[in-house]
C-alpha cells in the first residue's frame, strides 16, 4: 500500500515537526515489550534510523515500500531485523517495534485534529502495518539462513576425521547417516587423505544405530572414493546385531576388510603397515 505524495508529506512533516518527541516516546513504547533485553542508547538509535529513513522517503514524494524511493527504508527494516535475528529476539519482539509507531501517530494526528486527521491515521497505519509485515519476512529469512548455517556446522562437527597412526585416519560416525551427512564425510575424508597422504582409512559404525541398504551403500560410496585417492578403507564396528541385519539384506562388502572394534582395524592396519602388534594377554592370578 502507498502513500501519496501529499500523505507522504504530511507524515514526514508530522515526523520531523517533533522528531525528539517521536523518537523517545517510540523508544519508550518500545522498552516496555523487550523487557530490558537490548540497550537503551541502542534501541534509540534503531529508532532513530528508522524515523530518519520515513522522513527521507516521505520527503521524496509517495511512500511505496516496492519503489526504488524506499530503498533507504527497506534497508533499516533489513537491518532491524537481521540484527534481531542474531540476537536471539523473536519475530513478534522483533515488528512490535514496528507496531509501536502506531501509538505515537495516534497521539500525534489527534493533537494535530483537522479535516484529514482520521483518513491520515489510516493511511499511516496501513503504511506501518506493510513495514512491519516487510519486517516479519526479513527476520524469518534471516532466522532460516542462520538456522541452516548451524546445521551445515553441527553436521561437519559430527563427521570429524582423526589421525590414529603415521599414515592411518578414521571417521568414527555416530547417528544416523543420511545423504547429506555422507557427503560431508566423504568430502571431509578425501580432504584429509590428500592434506596427509595417508594410504589406509578407518571407518568406524560403532556409533551408527542401524545398518540399511541406504546406509551401506553410502558407505561403499565413500570406500570406492578413497580407493580412488589410493587409499585402502576398512569398515570397523560391526556389531552381531549390524552383522545379522547386513546378512539379512543381502548387502555385500566385496573384498572390503571388516572388523568388530576400532581397535581391532587399527591392528590391523598396523599390521599391513609392517608395524608388529601384539593383544595384552590378561594376568592369571598367582
Not at 112 to 136: I, N, Q, R, W, Y
Not at 211 to 233: E, P, S, W
Not at 255 to 262: E, H, M, Q
Request: with cysteine.
Amino acid at each position: 500500500m502507498a502513500l501519496s505524495t501529499e500523505e507522504s508529506r504530511r507524515l514526514a512533516a508530522l515526523l520531523s515537526g517533533q522528531a525528539e518527541r517521536v523518537t523517545t516516546r517510540w523508544t519508550e513504547i518500545v522498552t516496555s515489550s523487550l523487557r530490558g533485553r537490548l540497550s537503551q542508547a541502542e534501541l534509540r538509535r534503531q529508532v532513530q534510523d528508522l524515523h530518519n529513513a520515513i522522513v527521507a522517503t516521505g520527503e521524496q514524494g509517495d511512500i511505496d515500500l516496492t519503489g526504488e524511493n524506499a530503498a533507504e527504508l527497506r534497508a533499516a527494516l533489513s537491518e532491524l531485523s537481521r540484527g534481531r535475528a542474531r540476537q536471539g529476539f523473536s519475530a513478534t519482539e522483533t515488528t512490535i517495534s514496528i507496531f509501536a509507531l502506531k501509538d505515537v501517530l495516534a497521539e500525534l494526528v489527534q493533537e494535530a485534529g483537522g479535516p484529514t486527521a482520521l483518513h491520515d491515521f489510516v493511511a499511516f497505519s496501513k503504511l506501518v502495518d506493510e513495514m512491519g509485515l516487510f519486517t516479519f519476512e526479513s527476520f524469518v529469512r534471516t532466522r532460516e539462513s542462520l538456522i541452516a548455517d548451524q546445521a551445515e556446522q553441527l553436521l561437519e562437527l559430527s563427521t570429524p576425521v582423526v589421525k590414529l597412526w603415521e599414515g592411518v585416519v578414521a571417521v568414527p560416525l555416530v547417528g544416523t547417516l543420511d545423504s547429506a551427512r555422507a557427503q560431508v564425510v566423504m568430502e571431509r575424508l578425501l580432504q584429509t587423505l590428500v592434506d596427509t597422504g595417508s594410504p589406509y582409512a578407518i571407518i568406524d559404525i560403532t556409533g551408527v544405530p542401524a545398518v540399511d541398504t541406504q546406509v551401506a551403500q553410502h558407505i561403499l560410496k565413500t570406500v570406492v572414493a578413497a580407493r580412488l585417492m589410493g587409499a585402502d578403507c576398512i569398515i570397523s564396528g560391526i556389531r552381531p546385531q549390524i552383522a545379522q541385519t547386513i546378512v539379512a539384506l543381502g548387502i555385500e562388502f566385496g573384498d572390503i576388510a571388516t572388523k568388530a572394534s576400532l581397535a581391532d582395524a587399527l591392528r590391523h592396519v598396523l599390521r599391513l603397515s609392517g608395524v608388529e602388534t601384539a593383544r595384552r594377554q590378561p594376568r592369571r592370578g598367582i
